[in-house]
């Protein structure tokens, strides 16, 4: 198989590739849950995170490259910074995209079209203002093998990204389990009407999604600028993957969007071996398709409120 | 104890405060989209530039000055409806419902086609060139996926690809592809074939994916469109990528006595466009009156009750992209055959989108809304050209779009059906588009 031949170095940036995926497929999950709709511009937050802990690394990075807990601290900045951008570009969207129409109970591809549309503006704006070439994020530190799995040299790179994926997505999962937050967004994917029933605030748990997938997503672009660069169109294939990815695992399922997401990173790696790279973006594409056809609810169903 | 009266001066209506903040923060954007870009060297060159100098000054008054005013408009309006009532809703609701009246049915339209056969011959070359290339060919490929969102409500956002079908096939048969065609034709008679292949694309695309909820549909259409564009740039053997198709002839007719060739001149090609837009509308005109018409409209309004009345959804729903792609098959030959040259740039994402535009903003499924819509959408970038740079018009139809989906989405000229379905939606009656399957059914 052509794939066999370099198994291992595929399988580990696979990996990589595909916690960045899972971050950014949790915030469609997230908001599929709530509101069983498809955030259309939720791969323009995830650019807008990119160009935010781009923007902070810069304004605190020196001439020099930085060593030690400086390095630390500057990655640290970065997805911080990016989780915050992602955020606020999430809150923002939610607010102009999507709450008019659900105060007037719009039909449901208004809410896509309105999405769309927030996100061709955003995409193009973002053209505007930062021009049209791939910035690269300020070298933090060199990249090096730390370790080899069967020969495959593990880069500081990869750690780092799927370190911090690793620890946003426990954050998450405590997030959504274990606190009053959590409780209220399970019960809203669950049946919003009744919860508002019981006393919760569907409009703040609706916000909250959206923040919360937001600094996913941001946190998520900076990881993504980080290991390649942040161009202003940088979230189409990103995004189109991470929903794959979500669907793949059941969107609306938490636990689903991670094990996609780092699946379908996995796939489009060993994929590549066998076609010429250019056509590397459409593996995710045929994915989606194919589960679609097969099984439109992922590998573990729709559900936020039950599996979370 | 402050009297009635100063009471009454200091009193906003509900909201008013939120509505500020929405006029300041429109204002803004205005004036950020307005003002200087930056570059990937200077990240804020743009925001201070153009939100952090005086210039912004201008905007915030009018948007305050705006805000001011509507409140006072909103205030009165909300008083006299206290003092009557309610009594002007119920006018207003009965004088929508009177049914069109016979001006409107017959004289308007003929109107419209005799300004359309009149002033063209009087324009410079310049504009009747935007006349063909822009307004002609996209008012056809609107009206085209007007039968697919607005009949038939089934969100295609890989639409341009069946455009990119009907250009190939023509540089194709033209001999104009490095892949040599078993035999070479002129581009008018590669015109039913381009139909045939855009619709057979239309069909391969649809049959798998149709069954799929519509939300979903709008992903894979996208992902769809995204592979024909990849197609077109990376498969250079077969469509000469980035370098494109160059001298693409032009139209000619040489059978049953007549010679006639269409040359580079543009009022020959209006002719036929308009010809065909004329027939289309008829045709889809037709149809939106026909079984198939009252198919669309039942899958549109409640997919679950028309499947369960017989209606095979599926079906008909195939029907409405395949009467879509081809009516983009069609515009992308005429495309090739005026222009004379193509490359992948024309069928990139932003193309399916600009034409997604020109159908919300002329109305879904209101045939004239999206007539008119579009031939005003692709006027009006050239008319500001020189004040507006080209780059930037993706960022007000970004904008546009959202607030069409605020504030009218039932488009300009709204089809009077639609418009009502989107009232009974956000009352609660219906779904007013395919999205609300449930899986069980599919």
Known sequence: MCFTHNFWPLLVSGIENGSVYALVALGYTLVYGVLQLINFAHSEVFMSGAFGGLFAVQQVVGSKQPHGIATVGLIALGVVSGAIVGGLAAFILERVAYRPLRRRGAPPLAFLISAIGASFFALNLAGKEFGNNPIAVPTLYDERAVFHVFGAPVLNTYLIIFGVAAFLYLVVDQVITRT????????????????????????????????????LGGAGGFL???????QFNMGFFPGLKAFTAAVLGGIGNIRGAVVGGLLLGVIESLG????????SDTIAFLVLVVVLMVKPTGLFGESLGRAA | MTSPAADRRIRLAEGAKGRLVGWLSMVLVLALISGPGGSSSALSYGFRHSILRPRVIPFVVVGVVAWALLEVVRLRREMVRSAVLGRF?????????????RLTRSVLPLVALVVAIAIPPFLNGYWQTVLVQEMGIFTLLALGLNVVVGFAGLLDLGYIAFFAVGSYTTAYFTGRLPVVPPFTLNPFWVLPLAILAALIAGVVLGAPTLR???????IVTLGFGEIVFSFARNKTDITNGDSGAFNIPHFSIHAAGIHYTWGGKQLPYYWVLLVFVVLIM??????EHSRVGRAWTAIREDEVAAAASGVPTVRYKLLAFAIGASTSGFAGVLYAANVGFITDTNFVLQQSILVLVLVIFGGMGSMWGVLVGAAFLEWLPEKLRGSVPPSDRFIYFGLLIILMMIFRPQGMIPSRRRALEIKQAEAGVGEADALGLPKEVE
């Open chain 2, 212 to 218: 799929l909820r519509g939300d979903y549909l709008a």
């Open chain 1, 224 to 230: 993504y600028g980080m290991a390649y660069n942040v």
């Open chain 1, 272 to 279: 590549v071996a066998c076609i010429q790279t250019q056509w």
């Open chain 1, 180 to 215: 009053k937050l959590g409780q209220g967004i399970r019960a809203v994917a669950q049946d919003a009407e009744t919860a508002s029933l019981m006393g919760v605030d569907v409009e703040r748990i609706i916000v909250a999604t959206f923040v919360l997938g937001g600094l």
């Open chain 2, 282 to 287: 008829f045709l889809f005109r037709r149809l």
């Open chain 2, 89 to 101: 809703e119920g006018i207003r609701q009965r004088a929508g419902a009177v049914p069109r009246n």
